[in-house]
């Protein structure tokens, strides 16, 4: 219904190109944008929590998450607390907030990836 119905009849808004003709153009002129990676995703929409950086990473539903940047971060700063951004359907990594931007660390314990939290 919607290829059918909306795609192809001329749309006014569009100048009376149908939506299918106007993005088959404007892909043609522009490309497509590729999605974001999985890291980039949970930055933008995880879930927002706030941790402490201790020597073992930051703790999030039990587990720790470290690398060597939240470490340097550590040191240089001391036990401060971040913002943190879980994915609750990938308990592989975290999104950590560094000054002004995000770092993915992984979790210390292999085998969560594209692990759920199933709450």
């Known amino acids: 219904w919607v290829v059918d119905v909306y795609h192809n009849p001329p749309h006014a808004g ?3 190109a149908t ?9 043609g002129k522009f490309g497509i944008i590729p999605a974001p990676d999985r890291h980039v995703r ?4 995880g879930t927002d929590l706030t941790r ?15 690398c060597l940047e939240l470490q340097a971060h550590r040191r240089h700063y001391g036990n401060v607390d971040v913002e943190v951004r879980l994915d609750a359907w990938d308990l592989g990594h975290v999104s950590v907030r560094l000054g002004s931007g995000w770092i993915a660390v992984p979790c210390r314990r292999a085998g969560f990836d594209d692990v759920p939290t199933d709450i």
């Not at 402490?52 to 470290?66: A, P």
Request: charged share 15%; aromatic share 12%; net charge positive.
């Open 14 to 16: 569009l100048g009376g």
């Open 19 to 27: 939506p299918a003709n106007a993005w088959s153009r404007l892909v």
């Open 42 to 45: 949970r930055a933008i929409f």
């Open 52 to 66: 402490t950086v201790t020597t073992r990473g930051v703790r999030c539903l039990g587990l720790f998450y470290d």
